[in-house]
């Protein structure tokens, strides 16, 4: 089976506690457990990790190296985590950014991420249900990746679009928000 790399940053151990309105009350735990089952569907795996240091996630980061994919929830980190930033630029699969709460309805500072341009996709405010979307998204990814290895004609797992870096589940400023009169 291959593994998904499930990484949170910064106080998201503290999530079911740490300002139930802002973030909800489900646990890391449970979105853990949510995130396992969604990813054995397909025949993956997860392996979990959640820390306050930077230099901890970013070790993390490269001792994945060999994880098919990841789903990471930086934090506070998008804003200023240059290191995490360059471990996740050198990651070798796609991943999925995710965050609890839609950043863009927040503070102006949180506006700004050096980690989202990066991301295969970005979900922002959608609570502990963004991990699932977020680990659906990944999922179907790799499944289009592995049918365009598998040359013309291969099947792909999932429907719905989920397109190369920059794209499909809503990366820049635009993330998390719904579209407009109009838009597909």
């Known amino acids: 089976m291959a593994e998904i790399l499930l990484l949170n ?15 909800g009350t489900t646990t890391l735990a449970e979105i853990e457990r949510d995130v396992r ?17 930077e230099a901890t996630l970013v ?6 190296a060999d994880c098919v994919g990841a789903i990471v ?18 990651f070798p699969g796609p991943w999925m950014e995710v965050h609890l709460s839609n950043v863009f309805a927040r503070e102006p500072f949180r506006h700004n991420s050096v980690i989202s341009p990066l ?8 609570g502990a249900y963004g ?3 977020a ?12 049918a365009r290895s598998a040359g013309p004609g291969a099947a ?29």
């Not at 991301?119 to 959608?126: H, K, N, P, Q, R």
């Not at 920059?166 to 838009?183: E, I, M």
């Open 9 to 23: 940053g910064p106080n998201l151990g503290q999530l079911g506690t740490r300002r139930p309105e802002m973030y």
């Open 37 to 53: 089952k969604t990813v054995a569907e397909s025949g993956h795996t997860v392996r979990c990790l959640q820390d306050e240091s």
């Open 59 to 64: 070790r993390a980061v490269h001792a994945a």
């Open 73 to 90: 929830n930086p934090g506070a980190l998008m804003i200023a985590g240059w290191s995490l930033r360059d471990a996740l630029e050198s």
């Open 119 to 126: 991301a295969s996709g970005v979900l922002c405010g959608l």
């Open 131 to 133: 991990y699932q979307l």
């Open 135 to 146: 680990a659906l998204g990944l999922v179907h990814r790799l499944a289009q990746d592995a």
């Open 156 to 184: 792909v797992g999932a429907p719905g679009p989920v397109h190369g870096h920059g794209h499909g589940l809503g990366t820049g400023s635009g993330a998390g928000r719904a579209p407009g009169p109009g838009a597909t």
